[in-house]
C-alpha cells in the first residue's frame, strides 16, 4: 500500500485518465515483474473491485436478480493491455470473494450462478484486451473447476500443501507447484495427464533435475508468487530460470 505522497504523485501523472488505488497496484504489480515472459497484473486485492461488479448483492450477500456489471473491470483489463500486450491477470477464485445467499435458497444452484457470472467478467476482460487469468485458489471446488478451467484460466493452489491437486488435475493440464515439491510432482504426472509443470521459486539446480526426468523440456516453467513489496523477488527468479550447459 503506497504512503499517500506516493500516491499523489502518481495521480499526477495519469491526468485526464480515470484512475484509482486499484489501478495504482495493478500498474505497480506489471512493473515488479519486468522482464517476466508472461507477467499477471493483480492478485488476492482485486477481488474487491471484483465483488463490486456483480449485481444483486449487498454487502456480499444475495438479496436479488443476480447479474453483472462489467464497466469497471473491462477497463482495467484496457489498462493493463496499454501496460503490457502479453499480460494475463491474476484473480481470487469465486469461493474466495466470500458471498453468501438469501435468494434462492439451493446452496449448489447459488454457486453455480456466481461461477457463472464470474465467467462471464472474466471473457469480458479477456475481450478487453488480457491474456489470460490465473484464478487464485485456497480450496479445490469442483463447479468452479469445472464451469471455469481452461486454456486462458489457469487455477493457482495457493497452499498446495492443503490443496486437493488430484481434484485439480481431473480439470486441469497445468501443475503448479513448488519447486522443493518436485518429487510430488514426479507422482502426480505419473497419475494424471499433465501438459506443462510450472515449477515456484525454481533455481538452475531444480530446472536441471526437472530437465533429466522430464523428455520433453517443453513441459515445465519456471514461475513466481509474490504476496507482500516484491522490489527483487521477479529480478531474481528471472535471473536464476535457466539451465547451465
Known amino acids: 500500500m503506497p ?13 485526464g485518465v480515470e484512475a484509482d488505488l486499484t489501478t495504482y497496484r495493478l500498474e505497480r504489480s506489471l512493473d515488479a515483474q519486468e522482464g517476466v515472459a508472461v ?28 447479474g453483472i456489471e462489467p464497466a469497471a473491470v473491462t477497463e482495467d483489463a484496457r489498462f493493463i493491455r496499454t501496460k503490457c500486450k502479453d499480460a494475463w491477470t491474476a484473480l481470487p477464485t469465486p469461493h474466495m470473494l466470500g458471498f453468501r445467499d438469501a435468494c434462492m435458497g439451493d446452496e449448489e444452484e447459488f454457486s453455480e450462478t456466481i461461477a457463472d457470472l464470474y465467467a462471464r467478467l472474466a471473457r469480458e476482460m479477456r475481450d478487453a484486451g488480457v491474456q489470460g487469468h490465473v484464478l487464485i485458489a485456497d480450496e479445490a471446488d469442483a463447479i468452479e473447476l469445472e464451469m471455469l478451467a481452461g486454456r486462458k484460466v489457469l487455477f493457482f493452489p495457493r497452499n498446495p500443501e492443503t490443496f486437493d491437486l488430484e481434484l ?41 533435475a526437472a ?35
Open 3 to 15: 504512503a499517500v505522497p506516493e500516491l499523489a504523485e502518481w495521480l499526477k501523472e495519469k491526468r
Open 211 to 245: 530437465a533429466a526426468e522430464l523428455a520433453d523440456p517443453d513441459l515445465f516453467e519456471a514461475g513466481g508468487y509474490c504476496k507482500e513489496s516484491c522490489p527483487d523477488y521477479w529480478k531474481s527468479l528471472v535471473d536464476r530460470a535457466f539451465i547451465s550447459r
Open 168 to 208: 485439480l488435475l481431473e480439470y486441469q493440464d497445468t501443475l503448479v507447484l513448488p519447486a522443493a515439491a518436485l518429487g510430488r510432482a514426479f507422482d502426480l504426472m505419473e497419475r494424471f495427464r499433465v501438459r506443462k509443470l510450472i515449477l515456484l521459486d525454481a533455481e538452475g539446480t531444480d530446472l536441471a
Open 39 to 66: 507477467p499477471a497484473a493483480g492478485g488476492v486485492f482485486y477481488g474487491e473491485r471484483l465483488s463490486g461488479a456483480f449485481l444483486g448483492m449487498e454487502n456480499g450477500v444475495l438479496v436479488g436478480e443476480p
